[in-house]
């Protein structure tokens, strides 16, 4: 085992502060991996203060990671020292089920490890995240990120990125299609990418007129204020897909009110509850659906369009010492569109 530093918080109303975590030694198949940059994201400020009330302390977090290989395992074969890599939400599932077997870990049956806050099979207590000097994760949860990208912003597609493009995949949107994308933060900001990308015609669904501007540089070909009944009666039962990317419970009927006949509105922010009439979904036979990240198979596809089509995150740098105002601006919505931390300050 090896002592290294790390910023954590050892309770849900501490700040996060410099701490020495223990990673353990690396084993035939896995990877060692000195981290360079860790993105910020939402979920981390919610098991800080555990909001979700399933945070076991100190919690470090960070599932935003992008680093190099420093060391690998007598079995690894798909990487070497001084490759490009990346770990997201996960570090470990079964691998026995049948969402594992379908490459779709995050469902795991026996319960995916995350990466932090889950269950550490090898050193006991719960997993450490990214807020670190390095990591070891097992080879198979291990992603190559392709070198044509800006590293740094490359961090936040290991969450905002694969969130948004599973559901994209899963509901075949195309060339042509109308999609829908309801916020613009650190997710939203990414569908619009990701589906512009894929040739649909992008409508950004916002209640702030101030955001149209930065939406259509983004790749939108709309802005539709869904304040403005008028303007949403127009587009009523015209989507082909609707990426919900709110982070909070909040009336949806609005929304499924602008779905074609047998098309899908995915949630991919809020947790807690929405509020639903049966009979929006009934008279159009439309769907409501979730979706949570994405399996190993499906990040790696998602990083590898991302290198042929120059597509990352829109960032703001900060250093570790930063975190916690940056915590409270990310509550704020003050960031454009994600907090990425520069690794290399923590070793200052």
């Given at each position: ?14 700040d996060?502060n410099?701490?020495?975590i223990?990673r353990?030694?690396?084993?035939a198949?896995?990877?060692?991996i ?9 979920s ?17 977090p960070?599932?935003?990671i ?17 490759d ?30 995350a990466?932090y806050?889950?269950?550490d099979e090898?050193l ?14 097992r080879?198979?949860f ?6 044509n ?15 948004t ?21 650190g ?6 990418k ?15 007129p ?6 259509k540089?983004?790749?939108a070909?709309e ?16 989507f082909?897909?609707i ?6 419970g909040h009336?949806?009927n ?20 929405v ?7 009934i008279?159009g036979r ?18 590898d ?10 960032i703001?740098?900060?250093?570790i010492d930063?975190?916690?105002t940056a ?20 070793k200052?």
């Amino acid at each position: 085992m090896k002592n290294i530093k790390a910023y954590g918080a050892k309770s849900n109303d501490a700040d996060l502060n410099m701490m020495e975590i223990e990673r353990r030694d690396i084993l035939a198949n896995d990877v060692k991996i000195e981290i360079d940059y860790c993105g910020v994201c939402h979920s981390d400020i919610h098991q800080v203060r555990n909001d979700w009330g399933n945070s076991k302390y100190p919690v470090v977090p960070g599932h935003e990671i992008i680093g190099r290989v420093v060391e690998v395992g007598a079995d690894v074969k798909n990487f070497k020292q001084g490759d490009l890599v990346g770990v997201g939400c996960m570090v470990d599932s079964c691998q026995e089920c049948k969402s594992c077997e379908d490459g779709l870990e995050q469902y795991c049956e026996n319960g995916m490890t995350a990466t932090y806050n889950g269950k550490d099979e090898h050193l006991g207590g719960h997993t450490f995240g990214g807020y670190s000097e390095m990591v070891v994760v097992r080879e198979k949860f291990v992603l190559k990120v392709p070198e044509n990208l800006d590293t740094k912003a490359v961090a936040p597609l290991l969450c905002a990125g694969i969130t948004t493009w599973s559901p994209l995949r899963q509901w075949n949107v195309k060339k042509g299609d109308k999609v829908g994308v309801v916020g613009l933060g650190g997710l939203g900001h990414m569908g619009v990418k990701f589906a512009h990308a894929l040739g649909a015609h992008v409508v950004m669904i916002t209640t702030s007129p101030a955001k149209a501007e930065d939406a259509k540089s983004l790749g939108a070909d709309e802005v539709l204020i869904s304040k403005d009944e008028a303007e949403m009666k127009k587009h009523a039962n015209s989507f082909d897909f609707i990426l919900n990317t709110v982070p909070v419970g909040h009336d949806t009927n609005p929304y499924v009110a602008l779905l074609k006949r047998d098309a899908t509105m995915t949630l991919v922010g809020a947790i807690d509850e929405v509020d639903i009439h049966g009979g929006g979904l009934i008279m159009g036979r439309k769907r409501l659906a979730g979706s949570l990240i994405g399996g190993i198979k499906e990040t790696q596809e998602m990083l590898d369009f991302c290198g042929e089509h120059n597509i990352v995150s829109d960032i703001e740098m900060i250093d570790i010492d930063s975190i916690n105002t940056a915590f409270d601006r990310v509550v704020k919505s003050d960031v454009k569109y994600r907090f990425v931390i520069d690794m290399k300050s923590l070793k200052n």
